[in-house]
């Protein structure tokens, strides 16, 4: 089964300051990797994905991500962070194998961002 | 773009009482799963259907069930309510194949008094 861990659990950035969350994840097998947000209220919504291929992800709103496969990590970074990223993040994967595979969610990293 | 559609998006029900989640997948979308937030939580998924087959399960309680229907949306029925099951219920959909994303609705928040 797999795993993922989020070791920051509450962020508090200045905007403009840059961001970065971790996420490792524990697998024995190939995996799909995603960040989510879930803005205060509302559902979750898919930031970036990696499926294969160029490491270096780059996702809506200014975000990216980079599968570094030798430290089963996936962090998240943004050069500058604005108020309007203040959310809760989560790292997630599922097997790239076979159909209808299941998330497995870290923790969540709740980010606030002040003015 | 159309998105996944879930209802009702919030219900309150009294311990023991049975309640009815809906999702409707996006268009042309041939894949659900369900998943359960509790409050200050990551989702934990309950179960998925592909193609109106039941494909993985986990951690869903006995009490409560689901199935996929012919035009792909799925409802998720939860009898003998407690007070544990309070929590958001969020469908997400996805086009199946290994590089599939999948999408979220907007959730249900059920409150069990």
Same mark, same amino acid.
């Given at each position: 089964a797999q795993s993922v861990s989020q070791h920051n659990h509450h962020v508090i950035l200045s905007e403009a300051a840059s961001l970065e969350l971790g996420c490792n994840y524990s697998y024995g097998g190939t995996v799909n990797l995603f960040w989510y947000v879930q803005y205060p209220g509302q559902h979750l919504q898919l930031l970036l994905k990696y499926?294969?291929? /160029? #490491?270096l992800v780059k996702g809506i709103k200014g975000f990216e991500a980079e599968f570094i496969k030798s430290k089963f990590s996936f962090n998240l970074r943004k050069p500058s962070v604005q108020w309007s990223d203040t959310a809760e993040y989560f790292c997630a994967v599922n097997p790239?194998? &076979?159909?209808a595979s299941k998330l497995t969610f870290g923790t969540g990293t709740r980010l606030q961002v002040t003015l | 773009a159309a998105g996944v559609i879930q209802s009702p998006r919030h219900l309150i029900k009294e311990k023991r009482e049975t309640a009815t989640l809906k999702c409707y997948p996006i268009p042309r979308h041939d894949t659900v799963y369900w998943y359960q937030q509790g409050p200050g939580q990551d989702p934990q998924f309950l179960i998925s259907f592909y193609e109106k087959m039941q494909s993985d399960k986990g951690?869903? #309680? /006995?009490?409560f069930s689901a199935q996929q229907f012919s035009d792909y949306h799925s409802e998720l029925n939860m009898s003998s @309510?407690? @007070? &544990? /099951?309070s929590a958001l219920y969020f469908c997400a959909s996805s086009s199946g194949g290994r590089r599939h994303e999948q999408y979220f609705g907007p959730g249900t928040r059920l409150t069990v008094t």
């Open positions: 499926f294969s291929g /160029d #490491p790239h194998t &076979g159909t | 951690s869903i #309680p /006995d009490r @309510l407690e @007070l &544990g /099951d």
